[in-house]
Every structure is written in C-alpha cells, then in structure tokens.
C-alpha cells in the first residue's frame, strides 16, 4: 500500500510563515504529480499547488507569489513554504499524489490523500 504523511501545520499570525512536508511511503513505484489542496469550513476542497514528474509546478491564484511548492524526488517528499500568511488561508491542508504501486505481481495507478494537517492563521 501506499501512505501519505503531512507535517509542519499549526497555529500562525497574519503574516507569519508555515512550512508543511508530506513524505510518500510504501510500495512505490513511481510518482507522478504531487501538490497541495485545502478545505476551509463550509467550502470546498481546492487546489493550492501541485508539481508534476516534469518538474512544472501550479498555483492558485490565490496563493501565487506567498508560497512555493517544491519536490525532493529522492525522498518522494514535497513541502508548501506558506508565507504572508492571511487569515483567509486557515483550512485544513491535504497532500495529495498520482502514485503507481507493485503489488507483486501488478503495476497500480491510483490516487492518494494524506490525512490533512490544520493551518489556522489568526492574531
């Protein structure tokens, strides 16, 4: 199988910075994308950055310009530096990653989500 295991939120004032790390582990075989959604209360899940094999990286809108997504492919690990952070970035953060696995006898493309590490951005 295969897991996905985010660090690094918590608790910041309103132009502070936040530094979350989801590491991939398990049966891997290769990674394909990995990025960022988040959650806010009330809302829906949405993108915030991810990072393809080729090394391209998207934001949202949003968030473009404050933080930056990048991958360590050695430790199939990818961090979120969040800065100049706002109160209206307070949502639970997911990891999120396009992951083939062996199982042993079978090559498996799938989906995967870490479990959301809480990011509250307030004075």
């Known amino acids: 199988q295969v897991q996905l295991v985010e660090s690094g939120g918590g608790l910041v004032q309103p132009g502070g910075s936040l530094r979350l790390s989801c590491a991939a582990s398990?049966?891997?075989?290769?990674?394909?994308?990995m990025g960022w959604y988040r959650q806010a209360p009330g809302k829906q899940r949405e993108l915030v950055a991810d990072?393809?094999?080729?090394?391209?990286?998207n934001y949202a809108d949003s968030v473009n310009g404050r933080f930056t997504c990048s991958r360590d492919n050695a430790k199939n690990t990818v961090y979120l530096q969040m800065n100049s952070l706002k109160p209206e970035d307070t949502a639970i953060y997911y990891c999120?990653?396009?992951?083939?696995?062996?199982?042993?006898?079978?090559?498996?493309?799938?989906?995967?989500w870490g479990q959301g590490t809480q990011v509250t951005v307030s004075s």
């Open positions: 999120n990653a396009d992951i083939t696995r062996y199982n042993g006898n079978y090559y498996i493309r799938g989906d995967y």
């Open positions: 398990g049966s891997i075989f290769k990674i394909y994308a």
């Open positions: 990072s393809t094999s080729g090394g391209s990286i």
